[in-house]
């Protein structure tokens, strides 16, 4: 595996792993915290299989576009696109005044970084 697409899995790890511990915090859950990190998640993983497959994608941070980058080696995963609508907000709106995650968009970003970060690391070999 190609060492850059591994530093991808492994901040995708990182975020999976900061969405969890927010959300299930018993003490001031941080559900903007929980949808932003799922969110950062599913962008990376995506870069990892773009990167593993050495499609360049520049500087983007739109899940949908992204998904039509690695359309051309994931055809599948585009049936995320509309999944993913939603969640483009994340990487933004909750990190600044106006908008606030409540536990259900948390519970739902989780719910879908779950579903597809086992999808993810299938596709790139990795265990789930």
Not at 66 to 91: C, K, N, Q
Not at 98 to 110: L, M, P, S, T, V
Request: net charge positive; proline share 5%; charged share 30%.
């Amino acid at each position: 595996m190609n060492p850059l697409t591994c530093e991808w899995i492994e901040k995708a790890e990182e975020d999976y792993l900061s969405a969890q511990r927010e959300y299930r915090a018993r003490k001031l859950p941080n559900y903007n915290a929980t949808c932003f990190f799922a969110q950062q998640c599913i962008e990376k993983y995506i870069k990892a299989r773009l990167q593993e497959a050495n499609i360049e994608f520049g500087k983007i941070h739109d899940l949908v576009k992204l998904l039509d980058l690695v359309a051309l080696v994931e055809p599948m995963w585009v049936t995320y696109r509309p999944t993913f609508r939603p969640i483009l907000a994340y990487a933004a709106n909750f990190r600044y005044p106006g908008d606030k995650a409540d536990k259900e968009e948390a519970r739902e970003a989780i719910k879908i970084c779950r579903e597809f970060r086992q999808v993810a690391r299938r596709c790139l070999g990795l265990p789930e």
